[in-house]
């Protein structure tokens, strides 16, 4: 006959040997060594976490301070051209005023010339246009 209690010890009796087994693995594998590093890596596992987490952190912030330094780095570049592209503009801007200046220049004088002009060619006072309000004013 069989006992009812013959189940429990069969239970215990196979967990007993599979703790043995892993007790025998683990021996083989590393002994004390294994057992010490087990137990520090479950005691040290969030620590573990919150430094593996740190140095994530610090490396994504170092690649952030490279990321904004290059790109500083292209706008000072950048401002250097467009710098030197106003100064370009600038210089274009005063040829042309000159030119324009020495234009209106020419055509103050073609005016100036043209007030200037008599029509009457035969007669030896000739008095430009110009001159003949100044003239009556004179004689008032």
């Given at each position: 006959m069989k006992s009812p209690y013959s189940d429990g010890i069969d239970i215990i009796?196979?967990?007993f040997m599979e703790l043995n087994d892993w007790l025998t693995i683990l021996g083989a594998l590393g002994g004390l060594?294994?057992?010490k590093w087990i137990v520090n890596f479950y005691v040290n596992r969030k620590t573990d976490a919150r430094k593996e987490d740190a140095a994530a952190d610090a490396a994504e912030n170092e690649n952030e301070r490279n990321q904004v330094a290059w790109l500083e780095e292209r706008i000072a570049q950048r401002?250097?051209?467009i710098d030197a592209i106003?100064?370009?503009l600038r210089e274009e801007q005063s040829?042309?005023?000159e030119d324009i200046h020495k234009?209106?220049?020419a055509e103050l004088q073609l005016k100036e010339a043209e007030l200037s002009r008599c029509d009457l060619w035969e007669c030896l006072k000739r008095i430009p246009p110009k001159f003949k309000n100044k003239i009556k004013e004179e004689q008032l």
């Open positions: 009796h196979t967990k060594e294994a057992i401002d250097a051209k106003y100064v370009e040829a042309h005023l234009r209106y220049v």
